[in-house]
């Protein structure tokens, strides 16, 4: 997972021209290491498949999927529920990419894809939605506390809140939080993702927790798709830099990430009312 400031799109605001060009730069590394991913986190097809079977939402619910990448989860709901409702996320690539899969697999659905900062997402009304969530994007709203608040903010009574956020398998060495640009406070633990739910009041139903395998695909795919990128645009005067970040990301991983980060999709429930 690119999960150094450096690396993190949303830690950059967008104001003056600048930042903008800093922020396209990152994007752009970001689509180039994505561009063999659907799913654009760590997460395996059959868990996100079991995500949204669990689900049972109404028809037409509403829901926002904040940070929505290729759309996949969003697709997916829209394809098994009928949803209405908002993709967000801040990539151009990713957005173009979304709406292609969302006209061929659901043409008819009721969905918008916003490009904007999805810390100024709001809904029509607080609690308004059926299913609110943020997947693999916790920095926007100022890490995964915050990213809660939010989210159950936005949600009705009973609806659904999901986050998907690292956590440390393992306290990580000073080597690996210096390789990758983290520090320990950015992550909790398992238990404390899931604890930070409880603490506002939402039921903690399931997690979705990723074996090394689906951390291998994740990882693995980057390293793919950068070396593929480098062999079809050699005169690209990016291609140093990709190469330099991804050899730094994949040592990274190698040495330390694989056994000390995790990853889980966290599936709240908020309370009915009298709950
Ligand atoms: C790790 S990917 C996760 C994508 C998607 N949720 C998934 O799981 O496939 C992070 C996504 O966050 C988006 N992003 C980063 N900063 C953002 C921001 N401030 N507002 C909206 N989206 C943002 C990126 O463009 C990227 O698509």
Same mark, same amino acid.
């Given at each position: 997972?690119?999960?150094?400031?450096?690396?993190?799109?949303?830690?950059?605001?967008?104001?003056?021209?600048?930042?903008?060009?800093?922020?396209?730069?990152?994007?752009?590394?970001?689509?180039?290491?994505?561009?063999?991913?659907?799913?654009?986190?760590?997460?395996?097809?059959?868990?996100?498949?079991?995500?949204?079977?669990?689900?049972?939402?109404?028809?037409?619910?509403?829901?926002?999927?904040?940070?929505?990448?290729?759309?996949?989860?969003?697709?997916?709901?829209?394809?098994?529920?009928?949803?209405?409702?908002?993709?967000?996320?801040?990539?151009?690539?990713?957005?173009?990419? &979304?709406?292609?899969?969302? /006209? &061929?697999?659901?043409?008819?659905?009721?969905?918008?894809? /916003?490009?904007?900062?999805?810390?100024?997402?709001?809904?029509?009304?607080?609690?308004?939605?059926?299913?609110?969530?943020?997947?693999?994007?916790?920095?926007?709203?100022?890490?995964?506390?915050?990213?809660?608040?939010?989210?159950?903010?936005?949600?009705?009574?009973?609806?659904?809140?999901?986050?998907?956020?690292?956590?440390w398998r393992q306290e990580p060495t000073a080597e690996y939080l210096a390789a990758c640009g983290c520090a320990r406070e950015?992550?909790?633990?398992?238990?404390?993702?899931?604890?930070?739910?409880?603490?506002?009041?939402?039921?903690?139903?399931?997690?979705?927790?990723?074996?090394?395998?689906?951390?291998?695909?994740?990882?693995?795919? /980057?390293?793919? &798709?950068?070396?593929?990128?480098?062999?079809?645009?050699?005169?690209?005067?990016?291609?140093?830099?990709?190469?330099?970040?991804?050899?730094?990301?994949?040592?990274?991983?190698?040495?330390?990430?694989?056994?000390?980060?995790?990853?889980?999709?966290?599936?709240?429930?908020?309370?009915?009312?009298?709950?």
């Amino acid at each position: 997972m690119l999960i150094n400031g450096e690396n993190r799109p949303g830690t950059a605001q967008i104001g003056g021209l600048q930042e903008v060009e800093a922020i396209m730069d990152i994007l752009k590394f970001y689509d180039i290491t994505h561009r063999e991913h659907v799913i654009c986190n760590p997460t395996n097809e059959e868990k996100l498949t079991r995500l949204v079977e669990l689900l049972r939402l109404p028809p037409r619910a509403q829901v926002v999927d904040i940070a929505c990448g290729k759309g996949e989860f969003l697709i997916r709901l829209a394809e098994a529920y009928d949803v209405r409702g908002t993709g967000v996320d801040l990539s151009p690539f990713h957005l173009a990419d &979304a709406a292609k899969r969302l /006209q &061929a697999r659901a043409p008819r659905a009721a969905i918008a894809l /916003q490009a904007m900062n999805g810390a100024d997402f709001k809904p029509a009304a607080p609690h308004s939605l059926e299913l609110a969530s943020c997947i693999g994007a916790s920095w926007i709203f100022g890490g995964h506390d915050q990213t809660l608040e939010a989210l159950n903010g936005m949600v009705r009574p009973g609806g659904w809140v999901i986050a998907g956020e690292p956590y440390w398998r393992q306290e990580p060495t000073a080597e690996y939080l210096a390789a990758c640009g983290c520090a320990r406070e950015d992550f909790g633990s398992h238990a404390t993702n899931a604890e930070a739910g409880e603490r506002r009041g939402m039921v903690l139903v399931h997690t979705f927790v990723s074996s090394r395998d689906d951390w291998d695909r994740y990882e693995g795919l /980057q390293w793919y &798709a950068a070396a593929a990128y480098a062999r079809a645009h050699p005169d690209d005067p990016d291609v140093p830099e990709l190469a330099e970040r991804m050899a730094k990301a994949k040592a990274a991983y190698l040495r330390w990430g694989r056994e000390a980060l995790g990853w889980a999709i966290y599936l709240f429930r908020t309370r009915a009312r009298g709950e």
